[in-house]
């Protein structure tokens, strides 16, 4: 019997070999493969994210991918291999060529793992099914009705003001202006989509289920990653319900949102919704894409415009003679709140200006809005052939700071943006930088972002005096760049404008 116990744990630490032998032998074959035989080993990048995914995953889960790239294009040029099955690349050209419509061509689509997981509706639609629900909600986003909606819009900026007001003459002098931001955005953006208000600015406090999807986007963005090896459907079958109870109860509080909007009717008052039932003709509308877009007004209708917002306020105000010229220039034109409307802020050239540079230098989506080549026989991208069933994307943060293709990339120029000093900067692609994408799945909301981010920026400045407190002037060097920034809270020093 001992004879058989010491055979048996023989044979046992025999096959044990055998199999870590094979799982070493097969992971360098398979990493061989990718870095030197497979179809893109002609691109160049760090060996190890040519070889295997993981390195990728790492980074994306962190947020160490957003800068990894800046100094990864610096290195091996325009275009670069940053997983066996994907290519980042930082031209405009590439913007074109990736998410542009172009003949002879089908459009490529999003890659799923750069997105939460759950999401639908219009984010992830297949081409047919896009073209249909942005067709639905297109009339939201129209010039006429963007003008219809322009006095919502200034009932909760002016609110904003008037709450910074009071907290002013309470002796209450330095603010979280960001949070400010996010509150009159998600209240707006709660009366736009769905005809009521999440109230944030009138308690001075989030809304609990706002603040918590908020919380969740990076977490989720990991998990998404985790999906690439099928561990979030597992952790879906094997974890008890109450683990995803906080998923679940904030689903179940957008479905609420939603039904009780479509109990009203179409109403009189504009919003969002009554544009929906409008467009349906009386036909049944399918819920689950409706709790999907919602979802994505609530997130994409506040948090990056009020990231944008939070980010020019602490660049201008790091740059004195730049907050002098931009306020300036507001003060000139303004003599008060009425001249301010949606048409009025367009001639503020050098604000706009300020607006255009922060997209730039703080991209509010900063990585890569990534798309799968869906070509079949595969597609050129800026010149290189791209098989098919490649992940691509132009990465934003390093495309906006790359030296390929502005000067002086790491420093705040307004300036740039300026034709009279187009010989200055004549180096700068300009293509380089969009913040809201490009092509048919562009930002469907940009035109109402741009007037959110000027009149509230134009309000902002007409009113109050504003100084960077020293203890924030590294403020940019605590924000993490994920799907969406990681960002600390900025607190300014503000005052009554003297005027």
């Known amino acids: 019997m001992e004879g058989v116990s010491i055979f048996s744990a023989l044979l046992a630490s025999i096959t044990f070999g055998s199999l870590a032998v094979f799982f070493i032998g097969a992971s360098f074959s398979y990493g061989f493969y990718n870095a030197f035989l497979h179809p893109l080993s002609r691109y160049p990048g760090p060996l190890l994210m040519r070889a295997y995914m993981f390195p990728l995953i790492y980074q994306l889960c962190t947020g160490q991918i957003a800068h990894n ?21 930082i031209s405009g050209k590439a913007w074109t060529d990736i998410y542009g419509l172009l003949p002879g061509r089908c459009q490529n689509l999003k890659d799923k793992h750069y997105f939460i997981p759950g999401m639908g509706g ?271 994307g132009v990465h934003q943060l390093a495309g906006s700071l790359s030296p390929r293709n502005w000067t002086r990339p790491d420093e705040f120029l307004p300036e740039r943006w300026l034709p009279e000093n187009k010989e200055e900067f004549e180096g700068d692609h300009h293509d380089a930088s969009r913040a809201f994408s490009y092509g048919p799945r562009d930002c469907i909301g940009k035109n109402l972002a741009h007037i959110e981010l000027r009149i509230i920026m134009a309000k902002l400045l007409l009113h109050f005096d504003m100084e960077l407190p020293k203890e924030m002037e590294e403020w940019r060097s605590g924000c993490q760049p994920h799907i969406v920034w990681d960002k600390p809270p900025l607190m300014v020093k503000m005052k009554r404008a003297r005027r």
Request: glycine share 6%; aromatic share 10%.
């Open 69 to 89: 790239l800046i100094a990864y294009h610096k290195k091996y040029g325009p275009v670069v291999r940053i997983g066996p099955d994907a290519l980042s690349f």
């Open 122 to 392: 219009i984010i992830l639609s297949d081409n047919s099914t896009h073209t249909q629900r942005r067709r639905m909600l297109m009339s939201s986003f129209s010039a006429r009705f963007l003008e219809e909606i322009q006095p919502m819009l200034m009932k909760y900026v002016d609110l904003m003001m008037a709450r910074l007001r009071e907290r002013i003459d309470e002796d209450d002098t330095t603010q979280d202006i960001g949070k400010w931001y996010n509150w009159a955005l998600v209240d707006f953006t709660g009366d736009f989509s769905f005809g009521q208000s999440f109230e944030c600015l009138e308690k001075q406090d989030w809304h609990p289920w706002i603040k918590t999807v908020f919380d969740g986007i990076t977490a989720g963005f990991a998990i998404s990653q985790l999906e690439r090896y099928g561990l979030y459907t597992f952790l879906r079958m094997v974890l008890p319900e109450s683990a995803w109870k906080m998923k679940k109860d904030f689903d179940d509080f957008v479905q609420a949102v939603v039904h009780t909007r479509l109990e009203k009717g179409q109403g009189t008052k504009p919003d969002v919704f009554r544009n929906i039932l409008l467009n349906s003709g009386g036909e049944e509308l399918e819920l689950q894409p409706l709790y999907h877009d919602s979802t994505s007004l609530i997130i994409a209708g506040s948090e990056t415009t009020a990231t944008l917002l939070t980010a020019a306020t602490y660049y201008l105000l790091r740059a004195p003679e730049k907050q002098d010229r931009a306020v300036e220039e507001v003060r000139r034109m303004f003599q008060s709140d009425v001249d301010i409307n949606m048409h009025s802020v367009n001639g503020l050239r050098y604000l706009i200006a300020v607006l255009q540079e922060t997209l730039r230098i703080f991209p509010p989506i900063p990585g890569a809005m990534a798309r799968v080549v869906s070509q079949p026989e595969g597609q050129m991208i800026e010149g290189n052939f791209v098989p098919y069933g490649t992940a691509v």
